[in-house]
């Protein structure tokens, strides 16, 4: 037995590398599970600031996109609501007068489009808290909420004076309505410029639904 532990320390004493390499490779395997949740934290933060940015970028669209609506919604119901036409002739007892509020369909269009406009100018609030808070997901979510209540608002708006329109320009056989627009010209082209202005604003609250909707599903 003394032979054999003289000989173990004997072969330790002639292999000082031995120890060395072993010392090495400890320290290395120190050092390495020391670096590991550092490199793990860089990459969490710059995880984390890319999904920000990404957020932040959405969220600058949708304000862009906001914008674009108001105007459309604005223009619309101002377009809608300025609409009238008398005719050059008239009798003693008759004047030929086309205007909006004659027609239930386009006051539900101005009333529809206006209400829309005014809910965009005050969302305009909720999208800058966006920008400030990317990662915010109440204001997000309440935003796809209303602009889908208002999206079906200015649709239902814009399908019922597009009827009014199409009846206008080309009349009934079935129910004996004759097409007013030969002679209310005018006053025909300006509907169906409203409708048509309605109509891209509808597509803007769609935009709008999609790129909140990705900012959501997004991780």
């Not at 100018?121 to 990662?135: A, D, F, M």
């Not at 708006?157 to 199409?166: G, K, Q």
């Not at 509907?191 to 109509?199: C, E, I, M, R, Y």
């Amino acid at each position: 037995m003394d032979s054999r532990h003289d000989g173990e320390a004997s072969l330790a004493d002639t292999n000082p590398m031995l120890e060395s390499k072993r010392t090495r490779s400890n320290g290395k395997g120190k050092a390495i599970a020391m670096a590991d949740p550092t490199s793990a934290t860089v990459s969490t933060k710059a995880t984390k600031l890319q999904k920000v940015g990404w957020k932040k970028g959405v969220a600058i669209i949708d304000f862009i996109l906001r914008l674009g609506a108001i105007g459309a919604t604005l223009a619309a119901a101002a377009i809608m609501g300025n609409n009238d036409q008398i005719l050059p002739f008239f009798t003693q007892f008759l004047q030929f007068h086309a205007q909006w509020n004659d027609f239930p369909m386009f006051q539900f269009f101005v009333i529809g489009n206006a209400v829309a406009g005014g809910y965009l100018i005050l969302s305009l609030l909720l999208s800058i808290v966006c920008i400030v808070r990317p990662l915010a997901v109440g204001p997000r979510l309440l935003l796809v909420v209303l602009d889908t209540v208002m999206m079906a608002l200015v649709i239902g708006a814009a399908s019922s004076a597009a009827a009014v329109v199409y009846l206008a320009h080309n009349g009934s056989q079935d129910a004996n309505w004759i097409a007013v627009c030969q002679q209310f010209s005018d006053f025909c082209q300006v509907s169906s410029k409203a409708v048509v202005v309605s109509f891209t604003a509808a597509f803007s609250f769609a935009c709008l639904i999609v790129v909140s909707s990705l900012a959501l599903k997004r991780k």
